[in-house]
């Protein structure tokens, strides 16, 4: 008469239309379960850190500024004015194509380039964690839901089936009464 679902069952109908092979699935299955499964990521992320990890944050954190933005424009204007009044001077550092210029810019660019993108594929790793973590999260949650909703059917049926008792019993005294 009642269609009782276990816990197995109702993760297997979470999981029907994910594109997990029957190995993650089955771990997946026991992970819910029976062990909490929330994490830290950012700690478990930060505990795996290497120096160079921790470099490229900083450069990235650095670089993707206001204060970079605003220091490297005032350095630029500062050697651009710098070698026009030196230039006009007759003392030629760096003369007006700015050669030397361009090619600190394109050495800081090279090199800046990787270590940003070392950075972001980092952080992406990270999401993907978070992300993976939350729907962890969100089907043990519905996992639990629907337990709760369960428990929850079944106390509304022996309260039904209490009052009713209750009701036999007070109209068999009120006839008794009578």
């Known amino acids: 008469m009642e269609n009782k679902r276990t816990k197995r069952e109702i993760v297997k109908m979470l999981l029907k239309n994910s594109e997990l092979d029957q190995k993650d699935e089955e771990e997946l299955l026991d992970l819910l379960i029976d062990q909490p499964i929330s994490i830290d990521v950012d700690k478990q992320e930060e505990a795996k850190m290497t120096r160079g990890d921790r470099i490229a944050d900083k450069v990235s954190e650095v670089a993707g500024s206001w204060g970079f933005i605003i220091g490297f424009s005032s350095f630029l204007i500062f050697w651009i004015v710098l070698n026009t009044v030196l230039l006009a001077k007759g003392k030629q550092i760096d003369p007006y194509p700015f050669i030397l210029l361009n090619l600190l810019l394109s050495c800081l660019a090279a090199?800046?380039?990787?270590?940003?993108?070392?950075?972001?594929?980092?952080?992406a790793e990270k999401d993907s964690l978070?992300?993976?973590?939350?729907?962890?999260?969100?089907?043990?949650?519905?996992?639990?839901?629907?337990?709760?909703?369960?428990?929850?059917?079944?106390?509304?049926?022996?309260?039904?089936?209490?009052?009713?008792?209750l009701d036999k019993l007070e109209g068999g005294k009120d006839e008794k009464n009578n």
């Open 111 to 123: 090199l800046q380039a990787p270590i940003i993108m070392m950075s972001q594929n980092r952080q």
């Open 130 to 165: 978070r992300n993976q973590n939350d729907y962890r999260t969100d089907l043990k949650s519905e996992l639990i839901l629907e337990e709760l909703h369960d428990k929850m059917e079944v106390i509304i049926k022996q309260q039904y089936r209490i009052i009713s008792r």
